[in-house]
């Protein structure tokens, strides 16, 4: 079974974090939400999310793939983390998949895995990252971004094609309707 980590900071976008987690495990996938940097995370919008675990209780090591959802200021508190940032180099040097949606790919172009890639971004901040492209869900080796929470089933899906096979993918969403 994959595990992913998806980690939560307050600020987060609701749709982008939850819709993602639900596909995901769906999927099949074994996602362990953290927060930043307590247990309980508020998302832009006022929702809050009890989290599995805190960001500092994780092995890093012990992850298939790492999923950044985006949200203001919610990004910004992730890119505030030393230990997300390591994680995103780390998932990136060991060839492991790192996925972004939203405002999140920004993450990515400041750790400095984007800039022979090409990307996508929420509308309006593509001068944040080095290779902007155009399209819902771009992928580029090991990494996968996406524009924003209208984008996120399809970002899902696309995570879960690159882990898990196409066909599996299609099955699960034909069952989404999506």
Sequence with gaps: MKKILLPLADGFEEIEAISVMDVL????FDVIVTGLPSSIVEGAHGLKIIADKKIDNVNMDEFDALVLPGGNPG???LGKSKKIMDAICAFEES????????ASPTLLAEAGILKERKATVYPGM???IPRPRDGNVVVDDNVITSKGPGTAIEFALKIVEILDGKENADIL???LCA
Excluded: D, F, T
Aim: hydrophobic share 30%.
């Design 126 to 128: 593509e001068r944040e």
């Design 95 to 102: 060839g492991k998949l790192v996925a972004a949606i939203c």
């Design 75 to 77: 990004y910004k508190n």
């Design 173 to 175: 969403k034909r069952k």
């Design 25 to 28: 495990r769906r999927a099949g």
